[in-house]
């Protein structure tokens, strides 16, 4: 993931919409429990993010998004905050 630290634009907060969980490790593994979401952005494009706070599909976040130089590669990571619901 070096472009992921290295070679990737500034990080900014940005709305996502959890779209689905995409995978989770279990709480008797080493690191502790985490889950991967599926993610939506804004202008459609789709993400993972992990965490170790549990969600459901639909919980909108405002997330630090930021995109590789090279790939374009889509990163979402935390800090993230939970937006109320509607």
């Known amino acids: ?13 940005t709305p996502v919409t959890i779209t689905a969980i995409e995978s989770t490790s279990h709480a008797d593994e080493d690191p ?3 889950i991967i979401y ?29 995109r590789g130089r090279f790939t374009g590669r889509i990163m979402v990571a935390p800090p993230y905050v939970v937006l109320p619901e509607n």
């Open 1 to 13: 993931m070096f472009e992921g630290y290295f070679l990737a634009s500034p990080a900014t907060a």
């Open 32 to 34: 502790p429990m985490h």
């Open 38 to 66: 599926r993610v939506s952005l804004p202008d459609g494009t789709h993400a993972r993010l992990s965490s170790a706070r549990v969600h459901r599909p639909g919980t909108r976040l405002v997330a630090m998004v930021s």
